[in-house]
């Protein structure tokens, strides 16, 4: 059974994260304030964006790489 290796990510692809988890917050954010009646599967788009949030959130947990 081999190891799983662990990606690094660089400091860059850290920004590009963190910029998208903070549009997704903001999207999660706009959407509070709107009646889920009037968009279609608001439930499931909801969770898709919890989803995406802590995905990404997880990948910044993640040691960053030494190379830019």
Do not use: H, W
Not at 36 to 41: A, G, N, R, S
Request: charged share 30%.
């Amino acid at each position: 059974m081999a190891a799983q290796q662990i990606m690094l990510l660089t400091k860059v692809e850290r920004e590009k994260i963190t910029d998208s988890v903070l549009k997704v917050q903001s999207v999660r954010a706009s959407l509070e304030d709107i009646d889920q009646t009037k968009i279609p599967d608001y439930v499931a788009i909801e969770g898709c964006l919890s989803t995406i949030d802590k995905s990404l959130r997880q990948a910044l947990r993640q040691v960053s790489g030494e190379n830019t």
